[in-house]
């Protein structure tokens, strides 16, 4: 998935950077700038893939972070 299909899958699903950075304990900007490309995060996406029901790797299938699986609560 690209960064606005991301997006707009969050938004279709009532769920905001707001609320991911909330779960994840960080600030929104980082949550944008993971969405965006700028920085990798794997806790973050791990987040983001939960919230969409879909796995991580899917949304991000070059991502070789995948290893670490740590989901924010």
Do not use: F, Y
Not at 2 to 10: A, G, Y
Not at 16 to 43: D, Y
Request: charged share 25%; with cysteine; aromatic share 2%.
């Amino acid at each position: 998935m690209n960064p606005n299909e991301i997006k707009s899958e969050l938004i279709k699903l009532g769920i905001s950077q707001k609320e991911i950075a909330r779960r994840c304990g960080v600030a929104t900007s980082t949550v944008n700038q993971v969405l965006s490309g700028i920085r990798v995060s794997a806790k973050i996406r791990t987040e983001i893939a939960s919230a969409i029901g879909k796995p991580a790797n899917e949304i991000w299938p070059d991502d070789v972070t995948q290893a670490n699986k740590l989901a924010c609560n």
